[in-house]
């Protein structure tokens, strides 16, 4: 994973840390904040080369992806603090006219946490494409 705890951005840090003990006491090994590079396979098993250098054998490999979103298009001070593009309720890209962005990609407000926050599931995705 490439955070600095397991499911930070939807679990507040004592869940991480309980979750994580979970897996350490499952015998799973978690490697944070790198990634995999590549991937192969070798004999039953498999290699999996990391960004950090490390190579590991593993017996089974999960590869659970997440995404960094595509801003590339949209000027710079429409970019939020997650890295999403800064919109409102409905999808629309502050201060461009007629621009929207939909989404995983999209930084909408939260009223709950009273800041812009991305969600990276389905349902927002859903919701905003109907909204």
Not at 39 to 54: N, P, S, Y
Request: glycine share 12%.
């Amino acid at each position: 994973m490439t955070g600095p705890r397991i499911m930070a951005r939807c679990l507040p840090p004592s869940g991480s840390a309980w979750l994580e003990a979970r897996h350490a006491e499952a015998g799973t090994q978690l490697r944070k904040e790198t990634c995999a590079n590549r991937i192969e396979k070798t004999g039953a098993g498999f290699r999996v080369h990391l960004a950090d250098g490390t190579a590991l054998d593993a017996d089974l490999v999960l590869a659970a992806t997440g995404i960094r979103p595509a801003t590339a298009l949209t000027p710079a001070h429409t970019t939020g603090d997650s890295g999403g593009i800064l919109t409102d309720a409905f999808g629309a890209v502050q201060g461009i006219p007629d621009l929207y962005a939909l989404g995983d990609v999209a930084e909408c407000h939260n009223g709950h946490l009273g800041r812009p926050q991305r969600l990276e599931t389905w349902r927002n995705a859903d919701r905003h494409a109907k909204a």
